[in-house]
């Protein structure tokens, strides 16, 4: 089964930059699409970018377009979420998801499985 460990997550200043990790494990690592999530307290688990399996084809959602870059190295396993101009509403825990349809890779149902998640505070 597929294994998913997010890291990278701080306490940070406005405007500054942080760049999570997601390490996959427990299957072939191509075969799957992998999206980054976030979830605030007394929110639902909001979409925040995805990549498919080759790491051409990447996806943001318009609160964080411009500002944060999804990418992965297939050869170790890895996504990266680059976040830079961080803001007080990037606030959250967020989690990374692997998908191996990839047909719904904009929401959380779309996932099969997920990482623990890392938490991510970003201070006025």
């Known amino acids: 089964q597929v294994q998913l460990v997010e890291s990278g997550g701080g306490l940070v200043e406005v405007g500054s930059s942080l760049r999570l990790s997601c390490a996959f494990s427990?299957?072939?690592?191509?075969?799957?699409?992998v999206g980054w999530f976030r979830q605030a307290p007394g929110k639902e688990r909001d979409f925040v970018a995805a990549i498919d399996w080759s790491g051409r084809a990447t996806y943001y959602a318009a609160s964080v377009r411009g500002r944060f870059a999804i990418s992965r190295d297939n050869d170790k396993n890895m996504v990266y979420l680059q976040m830079n101009s961080l803001k007080p509403e990037d606030t959250a825990v967020y989690y990374c998801?692997?998908?191996?349809?990839?047909?719904?890779?904009?929401?959380?149902?779309?996932?099969?499985?997920w990482g623990q998640g890392t938490q991510v505070t970003v201070s006025s």
């Open positions: 427990g299957r072939i690592f191509n075969d799957y699409a």
């Open positions: 998801g692997a998908d191996r349809d990839a047909r719904a890779m904009g929401v959380a149902s779309g996932y099969d499985y």
